[in-house]
């Protein structure tokens, strides 16, 4: 495990500055980003990367998210302490760990088996504790459902009807939708099991969702 010492601190305290010159408002998420090490999710001869405000891949065709896209859909999902969560593609493990510094219970998905062996050891290592599994999330994960709280963090062709199902009445769904280049970042509320509000964010590009209400049943039509 890697060290974090004064220096790796000072350049989170830099990243804040861009996220907060970036329109990111809210204190706790920011105070979250602050306390996870992101060059833990990096290999050592990349460390310099770990703290600019890109996306970097970690493997398989996957990517961890740039900071600003983390904190905007921390912020967007509203995580108040003790809420469950539903997180839709583990990754690295970074998102997961702002969500559990903010207080959240969180269950996270990874359709990816190496990544969620990876993401399930590296964060069990950093003493965070969730529930890790390994499946198709664009089916949830309903053996635990209701959720407060459901946030997917890959590209959605279409809003799967089964994640909507799976929100506890007056939760939030934030998820990215659109084709493989980029998506726009919705906010759903579940006002009642009819009502559903929908607002609509800035566009994003995320890797693709997969499973049966991602790309994989995209494809097949």
Request: charged share 25%.
């Amino acid at each position: 495990m890697y060290q974090d010492d004064y220096k790796h601190k000072g350049m989170r305290r830099s990243l804040i500055r861009i996220l907060t010159q970036k329109g990111i408002t809210d204190q706790r998420v920011l105070r979250a980003i602050q306390e996870v090490p992101r060059h833990f999710f990096f290999e050592k001869a990349f460390l310099e990367q770990a703290y600019q405000d890109k996306a970097f891949p970690i493997g398989e065709g996957q990517t961890i998210s740039q900071p600003y896209t983390v904190a905007f859909q921390s912020q967007l999902l509203e995580v108040q302490p003790g809420e469950k969560i539903l997180e839709i593609g583990t990754g690295s493990g970074y998102q997961c760990c702002v969500l559990l510094e903010l207080g959240a219970r969180v269950y996270t998905v990874e359709y990816v088996q190496k990544l969620h062996h990876r993401s399930k050891a590296m964060l069990t290592q950093m003493g965070y504790q969730a529930v890790f599994v390994h499946g198709d999330g664009s089916r949830g994960l309903p053996s635990h459902a209701p959720y407060d709280k459901i946030i997917v963090t890959a590209g959605a062709p279409m809003v799967p009807n089964d994640l909507l199902r799976q929100l506890a009445i007056g939760g939030k769904l934030v998820i990215p939708v659109g084709d493989d280049k980029q998506q726009k970042m919705l906010r759903l509320t579940k006002q009642n099991e009819n009502t559903i509000v929908k607002e609509e964010y800035d566009f994003f590009s995320f890797v693709k969702l997969r499973g049966a209400q991602g790309w994989d049943a995209a494809s097949a039509r």
